[in-house]
C-alpha cells in the first residue's frame, strides 16, 4: 500500500455510484477514524464494505466513541451501505495451545464483537485458527468452544450480529482449509451463537478447489452447498490470487488479474444462489486508484438485465 492516495481527499463523486443487483464492496481504510470508511466506501462505488475496527496487527483496545457509532449509522442509511462486514484482528488466534495466548485471543475477540456491537455492524469476519501443537479435531473443538466464551451475555442475536468463520489457504496447522472445517465450527456454534461463514475465492484456489473451469466451480459450489450449505455463506471475498491452485499460497490479486481471471467471478456473481450474500474485495492496492478499479470490475461482471435495487 506504498502508493495509498486517500479518495477523501479528493472531491466528491458527482453522480451517485451505478447500482447492481448485488452488494459489492471492498475492504476499506479507517484512517482518521471508523466513521471515514463509510464515506470512501461510497466513494468508491460500493453499497456495502468490510473495515478492521482497530490496528489490525496490534492488541492495544481501541475506544470508539458513541458520536463515531453515530456517524458511522448516519452515513450507511444514507447511502445505504449494507451490511457492515468487520473484519477480526490478525493476532487472534483462538486455537492456540498457549493458555496465556488464548486468553489473551478470547479477550481480544470479545472486544471485536463489542466494537462490532456499538458500531451495528451485521458481520464479524473471523479466520478459524492455528492448530499448532494440537491435533486439528481439538482445534476445531477448541475454537468452537472461545467464540462462545468470547460472546458470553452479549446479545448478539437482538443486534442483528453474526459471527463468519472463514475459509482458509489450508497452510500447515491452519484450520479452516477445507469446507469440512468451516462446518465443523458451524454445527458447534448453532443455537449458542449466531454463526455462518465467509469463503475467500482465493483461499479456496490456493487449498485446492477448483474455481477457474465452469465443471470445476460447479463441483466446488456442489461441495461448499453439502458442507457449510450455500445459504450460510453470507460474504464472498472476492480475491483473484497469484498463487497456483493447490500451492496453499494466500496472496491476493487483482480481480482478473490472476491464476483465477475473470471468468469465475462473473459465474459466481450471477449465481441466484448467492444473491444474498455480499461480495467483498481484499485486493492489494499497488498504485492509486486500484481499489476503486477492483470495485468497478466486480459490478461490470453483474448482468445488468437483473431488476436493480
Ligand atoms: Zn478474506
Ligand atoms: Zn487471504
Not at 466513494?43 to 496490534?58: A, V
Not at 458451524?186 to 487449498?207: K, N
Not at 491464476?259 to 449465481?271: K, T
Request: one cysteine or more; proline letters at 5%.
Amino acid at each position: 500500500m506504498a502508493q495509498e492516495q486517500d479518495i477523501l481527499k479528493m472531491p466528491p463523486p458527482r453522480r451517485p455510484p451505478r447500482l447492481t443487483s448485488r452488494r459489492i464492496g471492498i475492504h476499506t481504510s479507517i484512517a482518521g477514524g471508523v466513521q471515514n470508511a463509510a464515506e470512501r466506501a461510497y466513494r468508491l462505488g460500493c453499497n456495502t464494505f468490510q473495515i478492521f475496527s482497530s490496528s489490525p496487527r496490534q492488541w492495544a483496545p481501541y475506544e470508539l466513541t458513541r458520536a463515531q457509532c453515530a456517524e458511522m449509522g448516519r452515513l450507511r442509511e444514507k447511502y445505504d451501505l449494507r451490511p457492515l462486514v468487520i473484519h477480526t484482528n490478525y493476532l487472534v488466534n483462538l486455537a492456540s495451545t498457549t493458555p496465556l495466548f488464548l486468553k489473551k485471543s478470547v479477550e481480544a475477540f470479545r472486544g471485536e464483537i463489542e466494537r462490532a456491537l456499538a458500531l451495528r455492524a451485521e458481520q464479524l469476519v473471523l479466520h478459524p485458527g492455528s492448530f499448532r501443537g494440537a491435533d486439528r479435531v481439538q482445534g476445531l473443538m477448541q475454537t468452537a468452544a472461545a467464540i462462545a466464551a468470547a460472546s458470553q451475555g452479549l446479545d448478539l442475536v437482538k443486534n442483528n450480529l453474526t459471527i463468519l468463520i472463514e475459509n482458509t489457504a489450508g497452510a500447515e496447522y491452519s484450520l479452516g482449509g477445507r469446507f469440512e472445517q468451516v462446518a465443523e465450527i458451524l454445527d458447534r456454534l448453532r443455537g449458542v451463537v449466531p454463526i455462518a461463514a465467509c469463503i475467500d475465492t482465493c483461499h479456496t484456489h490456493v487449498a485446492g478447489y477448483d474455481m477457474v473451469s465452469e465443471a470445476g466451480m460447479a463441483d466446488t459450489l456442489a461441495r461448499l452447498d453439502a458442507t457449510v450449505g450455500l445459504k450460510n455463506v453470507r460474504v464472498w471475498h472476492c480475491n483473484d490470487a497469484k498463487a497456483a491452485c493447490g500451492s496453499k499460497l494466500d496472496r491476493h490479486q487483482h480481480i482478473g488479474r490472476g491464476s483465477i481471471g475473470l471468468e469465475p467471478f462473473r459465474r459466481l456473481l450471477n449465481d441466484s444462489r448467492l444473491a444474498h450474500a455480499a461480495f467483498i474485495a481484499e485486493t492489494p492496492i499497488d498504485a492509486p486508484g486500484d481499489d476503486k478499479k477492483n470495485v468497478a470490475t466486480l459490478k461490470r461482471l453483474v448482468a445488468r438485465k437483473t431488476p436493480q435495487r
